[in-house]
């Protein structure tokens, strides 16, 4: 059984397919200029366009001139002669009209300096003899849509080796494709280019036969061609087509033949675009030699093939499935190269659904750059992508590697393992729902990762695998909040660049809030900063800025002012007894509010504390594990910092300074004084320092009583505070002590008192 991947394609016999369609472009010579303008004429973009006229005179500065809506038998040898014309180095004609017309000979004579000429009329059926003449210096020809030209007649001007001697470039698109007119490209045609021609479009033209056989006899055939279009082209008599046998185009650098099979009946569009054949299962062990002869031989110095929509629509075209394919080789003979400078691949649209083939191509090698984007597809073997050892650049944009993460995940992992020159990668819409670990570690090199538009929840720091990544595209992709642990690791390296607009960020909780600090955190990281969007609680969309991240620090401390609005309920009603105004009371609350907004906002950017402890070493054990661990973790996550927001001289003085400087230091960037109150306080000289000097720099000082205290044995002054301040209470439980209250609610507290 005969196994082939797509590009095998090239090796086979017949390659131009015979097709039958008619041409139902509609043109119309309906044009009107905008402006008004003498004789229909104006100048568009530095070119001089008239419609339906052609003017004796041109404007003194042009240099480009197309005459639209001209009807090629009013042009006479004296039509472009004189006035301006001879100056004239581009030239466009363009026509719909219906009747079958002529261009008579010798009308270009007077053009010495043009050097482009298009022709591009729908009815022109005849080129007079010497149409061409006196163009030396032309070197571009088009005569693209030139549908009912006789193509004999253009290979007979063509015949004459003085006409054209300079052309570089012709563009025969559709040419003479509506009559059945007996197109062969042979030696005639082949003739042609003797020329120093270098582009040579011929899509979409309808050709009898070809035999290209004369090229190995004379290689100063085409020995300048550097770019040929075949893209659509159809063959009708293939049976009486010949190919060379070994003869390289030297310097033939591109070629397309995208759609050559394109709603093709032969043998080979039949083999690739039937239904029938395009599901191939289990094949083993196969190894096949692809001798460098025939298309191989000619293609041998091409770097770029184009091989988009081989069949035509992809949308009606049954999908290409290779499956259990396993142990299956191309390679060239010993000591023989087949196509080793080929660099770049164009796959697209050709419906390619699942690549489950272990196939081994040697000659693939020197491939650089690949574009299999929209052809749906499902899975690819990992030792396919093993066969491009220099592959810079994936393109696998619109397919559907995610239902690959879905089925074989650790498959999708090694997929892109071997190619350790790759620099790009595009993966956008492809339904993928996550980067696994280790997906990029083997690309080294890789530069720039496309995510766009995929299912992608969770931010992962590729950087880990790819520190040479410099842009990540995670544009529309279902991210709605991001670890700050991901942004610390990609600020890492400076110059990686992360465009994430487009997704659903959410900002509606207290729980967003580090997410949201991350994002801002990250800003000079984000491309697309100002794209940003993100949910809040009202589903309104807001940008992500500061005051955002204020709003959701409110709300982080809402939890805890909603446990205190229960307590103070009694307080508010004796208050509305004692006759104090609603407004007041709640105005006292904003003003509470706005000053923990300003608390935190201190903490949050400064180097201060929120508490500073002051207790007895007596109580070391007590006070480090229930008080200041649970304390300082709320702390830390209401403000939204890492670093610790509780001040304990042993770890927050510095060694060898003075005790008192550094208590005083320490007390002064507090915003409250905690004193826990025990049994072993009251003998504690130091702490009754510590507390003259809260003070002294007026900052609150809160008690913390640890279980049965006898407050009459403690100083007049905390006595006092004992009466009229609120209390933070430790009461035993059987004998463990329990906190009478939340950590929260103390926090908040705290806060509003700064
Ligand atoms: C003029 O040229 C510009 C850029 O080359 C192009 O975008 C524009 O469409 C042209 N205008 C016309 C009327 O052809
Ligand atoms: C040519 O000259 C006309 C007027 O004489 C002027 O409007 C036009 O911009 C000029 N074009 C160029 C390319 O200089
Ligand atoms: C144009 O063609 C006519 C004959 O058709 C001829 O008499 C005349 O000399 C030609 N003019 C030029 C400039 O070649
Ligand atoms: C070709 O162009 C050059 C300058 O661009 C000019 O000197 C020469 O006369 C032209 N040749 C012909 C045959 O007009
Ligand atoms: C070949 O010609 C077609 C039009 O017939 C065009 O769309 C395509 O871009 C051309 N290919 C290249 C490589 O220029
Ligand atoms: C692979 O196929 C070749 C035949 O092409 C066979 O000789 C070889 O033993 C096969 N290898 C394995 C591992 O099956
Ligand atoms: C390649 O050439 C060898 C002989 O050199 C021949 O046996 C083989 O069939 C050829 N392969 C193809 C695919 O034409
Ligand atoms: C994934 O592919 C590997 C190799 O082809 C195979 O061994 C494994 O069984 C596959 N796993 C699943 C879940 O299909």
Known sequence: ??????????????????????????????????????????????????????????????????????????????????????????????????????????????????????????????????????????????????????????????????????????????????????????????????????????????????????LDTDDSFGRTLEIFNLSRISTFNVLNSFRSETRALQNLKAIDLSRIFNEGQRRDALFWCSPVTRSRPNVHDMRSIVNNTGWTKLLENVDTIYMDQMCGDAETLSPLIFQHIKNVSYCSEEGESVMSNLKQLYLRKNNIRVLDAEVRIDMLSSMEFIDFSENGLEYIHPVILKNFHSLKHLKLSNNRLGQMQLRNESNFVRLFRSLSYLEHIKLDNNGIYSIPPLTFAGNTRLTTLDLESNMITVLTCVLIEVPSLRHLNLRNNRLTIIQSSTIDCLTKIPSVEVAMGGNELTCQKCSDYSSVQSL???????????????????????????????????????????????????????????????????????????????????????????????????????????????????????????????????????????????????????????????????????????????????????????????????????????????????????????????????????????
């Open 1 to 214: 059984m005969k196994l082939l991947i797509y590009l095998v394609i090239i090796f086979h016999e017949n390659m131009l397919v015979f097709i039958c369609a008619s041409n139902e472009e509609n043109y119309l010579c309906s044009k009107t200029p905008t402006g008004s303008s003498n004789n229909n004429c104006e100048n568009v973009n530095d070119t001089y366009t008239c419609y339906e006229n052609i003017p004796a005179e041109l404007p003194p500065n042009s240099t480009r001139v197309e005459l639209h809506c001209i009807d090629p038998m009013s042009i006479t040898n004296e039509t472009f002669r004189g006035g301006g014309w001879e100056r004239i180095t581009y030239l466009r004609l363009f026509w719909n009209g219906q009747s079958s017309n002529t261009l008579s000979g010798g009308i270009f004579t007077g053009l010495k300096h043009l050097t482009a000429l298009h022709i591009n009329m729908v009815s022109l059926e005849t080129l007079d003899k010497g149409v061409l003449d006196g163009l030396t210096n032309l070197t571009i020809l088009n005569l693209d849509d030139c549908w009912q030209l006789n193509f004999n007649n253009f290979l007979d001007i063509m015949s004459n080796e003085d006409v054209l001697p300079n052309l570089h470039s012709l563009a025969l698109r559709k040419t003479s494709s509506n009559n059945n007119y007996n197109v062969i490209l042979g030696d005639r045609f082949w003739k042609i280019l003797k020329r120093p021609v270098k582009s040579l479009d011929i899509s979409e033209m309808k050709v009898n036969a070809y035999d290209f056989r004369i």
């Open 520 to 754: 801002l955190k990250a800003k000079a990281l984000i491309a697309d900063f100002d794209e940003l969007r993100c949910e809040t609680q009202t589903h309104v969309q807001v940008k992500v800025t500061t005051d955002l991240l204020t709003s959701l620090r409110f709300d982080c401390y809402r939890t805890g002012i909603i446990g205190a609005t229960v307590a103070s309920t009694v307080a508010f009603v004796s208050a509305l007894c004692v006759g104090i105004s609603l407004r007041r009371y709640k105005r006292k609350l904003q003003q509470r509010e706005d000053r923990m907004v300003r608390v935190v906002a201190n903490l949050y950017q400064g180097n201060g504390f929120a508490v500073y402890m002051i207790y007895s070493s007596v109580d070391e054990v007590f006070v480090r594990s229930a008080v200041v661990a649970p304390l300082n973790e709320t702390l830390k996550h209401v403000v939204g910092v890492e670093r610790d927001l509780v001040c304990i001289g042993d770890e927050q003085f510095r060694v060898g300074w003075n005790i008192y400087r550094e208590i005083y230091r320490c007390m002064e960037r507090s915003n409250v004084a905690v004193v826990v109150i025990s049994e072993g306080f009251a003998n504690s000289v130091f702490c009754d320092q510590e507390l003259d000097i809260a003070m002294q720099l007026k900052k609150p000082v809160i008690l913390l009583l640890k279980g049965d205290v006898d407050i009459n044995q403690h100083s007049e002054h905390i006595q006092l505070l004992y009466r009229t301040n609120v209390r933070i209470l430790f009461e035993y439980e059987g004998n463990k002590l329990v906190l009478k209250t939340t950590w929260d609610k103390i926090c908040e507290s705290f806060l509003q008192m700064g």
